[in-house]
């Protein structure tokens, strides 16, 4: 296990800069057994690569866009946000993990800020997010994906998914304490796959029913597909005029910003329960 040896290092005077300090610290850490365990990282990706494959090759055949186009340069932007939320499982279970183990009790018993652990754990969870997107951007321009935008709009959607990313790591945060136990962790796999396949990430909505279609939209995931495909340049920009449709980049900037108003301090508060 990783030394903690540097957590006891003086910190800095100002409250903020003392917390900042440690989070980078704890961040580290985290990120460190992703190095000294490249299989965790690989194994993140497989499940959307194959998806790749299986979507875009196998079923792609038979799926047709109103406005044409070709369905791999649609699919991948939906397979960036997926990935996106697969990753709050891999939050849910390292929280679980470290939990089961007593790490978080030993991080206890350490002089350091209490809100180090749950924000460097979403600060390493945001970095690990970095390597796997560019992991995938690499797969989509190998299948013949192609970001069609100027740089700042393809920079501004890798932003969209790496905010989305990082409020998803607070939910998951949030639910790792409150589970503790990895045996529950699968739970947290229960609302991601509902919520994937109930949006804009393999279809349009206006080709499911009408009933469905208006769900898929107003999901949060869709925002963020449908704006990346927007600034990607990609096919499947829906022609829908909902307010949600119509909107989805504000969507894609709000949706996460209040996941992380609500869960960031139910998380600080849950651990701050546990260490009572």
């Known amino acids: 296990m990783t030394s903690l040896a540097p957590l006891t ?17 704890v961040a580290r850490r985290y990120l460190t057994h992703f190095r000294q365990q490249p299989s965790r990282l690989v194994g993140n990706l497989l499940f959307p690569i194959v998806m ?6 196998v079923f792609g055949s038979a799926i047709t866009l109103p406005d044409g186009g070709n ?8 397979l960036f946000v997926m990935t996106m939320a697969l990753g709050m499982a891999q939050t849910v279970i390292s929280v679980t993990t470290d939990t089961a183990k007593g790490i978080t009790d030993r991080f206890r018993t350490i002089p350091m800020s209490g809100a180090a652990v749950v924000t460097g754990r979403s600060l390493a969870d945001l970095a690990a997010s970095v390597l796997e997107l560019i992991a ?14 100027t740089v700042w709009q393809t920079l501004a959607a890798i932003g969209l998914l ?10 998951g945060i949030y639910l790792g304490l409150a589970l503790r136990s990895p045996d529950l ?14 949006s804009n990430v393999f279809v349009l909505p206006a080709q499911m029913p009408a009933w469905l279609g208006v769900i898929a939209e107003w999901n949060p995931l869709s925002a963020t597909v449908t704006a990346t495909r927007e600034l990607f340049g990609n096919p499947g ?29 139910l998380a600080a508060r849950r651990y701050r329960y546990l260490a009572a």
């Open 9 to 25: 290092a003086t910190a800095p005077c100002s409250p903020s800069r003392w917390a900042l300090h440690d989070s980078l610290i």
């Open 52 to 57: 790749v494959i299986m979507f875009g090759y």
């Open 71 to 78: 369905y791999r340069e649609f699919l991948m932007p939906g």
């Open 136 to 149: 995938l951007l690499a797969c989509g321009l190998l299948v013949g994906w192609r970001a069609n935008g």
């Open 162 to 171: 790496l905010l989305l990313r990082y409020a998803l790591a607070w939910v």
């Open 185 to 198: 962790a699968s739970v947290a796999l229960a609302p991601i796959y509902p919520l994937t396949m109930i």
């Open 237 to 265: 920009i829906t022609t829908s005029t909902s307010w949600a449709a119509e909107n989805a980049t504000l969507l894609a900037i709000a949706w996460p910003l209040i996941l992380i108003a609500v869960f960031l301090p």
